[in-house]
């Protein structure tokens, strides 16, 4: 993809990709080299339009774009705007992924290295996601301010209204939340009088606003480092010693994620996180 191109699926549309662990499908930058192989904002982004549904993305690499993908409001007949398995989004100059309002799965999904929010999920919406990675390590033109995971259940309007847009719900299983802000990784911004329902179970979190006692935490590693392998490489394999080795729950990687994204069975005891 070129400098300029955005890749849109219409209303109506929907889009299938289905790679392989071996030959996953991979959207990028016209230029591979040197410099270039990881190089942020050298092209826009995949753009899924308010009404496409029924879109899958397994096995594929989204990198080195503006925007991995946005998904605009399409939270219908429970059906998901967008099933992402086994993929990667790295690399952007602004957000891994954007979603406003949609319904997003994902199961063994590794998102890293932006300058804005890793992963946001504005203007309400339905989630679910199962051993992801989600890390930010940003280390290009600015120094990054905002956290990786970001949850919103309002909008302003072009007049500057505040319209109130619910997330049913938001709920992450065996997933890490990690990265190089010295305290918070996730922020919360809720508005009342809408839902903004969200849960973390056996996942990995660096976090101050939220802690054990939390409701709507379970089970959780809280601010203890998952010990990556290289993160300054992009290399989010986990090392011998980290504390996320073998502390998720079997129920949801069992049903969602039986191999990890590079095609390994997960144990028994699986780890937290996209890689067993």
């Known amino acids: 993809l070129n400098s300029k191109a955005d890749f849109w699926v219409y209303t109506d549309g929907s889009l299938k990709v289905n790679g392989s662990t071996q030959n996953p499908v991979i ?17 826009g982004k995949l753009w899924f339009w308010v ?6 993305i397994n096995n594929a690499i989204i990198k080195n774009g503006t925007i991995g993908l946005v998904a605009d409001s399409c939270v219908t007949n429970n059906i998901p705007t967008i099933a992402l398995t086994n993929t990667k989004i790295e690399n952007m100059s602004l957000h891994g992924i954007l979603s406003r309002g949609a319904y997003i799965t994902g199961a063994n999904l590794l998102v890293q290295n932006t300058s804005s929010n890793t992963v946001a999920l504005t203007m309400g919406g339905k989630y679910q996601f199962v051993n992801c990675t989600f890390a930010n ?13 970001f949850l919103q259940n309002y909008y302003k309007d072009i007049n500057g209204n505040i319209i109130l847009r619910g997330i049913t719900e938001a709920n992450f299983y065996n997933t890490i939340v990690w990265g190089s802000l010295a305290e918070d990784e996730i922020g919360i911004d809720k508005q009342d009088g809408a839902d903004l329902n969200y849960g973390f179970e056996s996942c990995l979190l660096k976090t101050k606003i939220l802690n054990s006692q939390n409701p709507n935490i379970s089970n959780c590693i809280l601010n203890e480092d998952p010990r990556f392998n290289n993160p300054q490489d992009g290399d989010l394999r986990l090392k011998a010693n980290s504390p ?8 949801y990687s ?4 039986p191999f ?3 095609g390994v069975v997960r144990s028994n005891t699986p780890s937290i996180g996209a890689y067993e």
């Open 27 to 43: 959207f990028e930058g016209m230029r591979k080299d040197g410099y270039y192989s990881t190089l942020p904002g050298q092209w």
């Open 51 to 56: 009404g496409s549904k029924n879109n899958t």
């Open 137 to 149: 390590h940003w280390w290009y033109d600015t120094k990054r301010k905002v956290p990786t995971l």
């Open 244 to 251: 996320a080795i073998g502390k998720g729950n079997p129920t």
């Open 254 to 257: 069992s049903f969602y994620a």
């Open 260 to 262: 990890d994204i590079n």
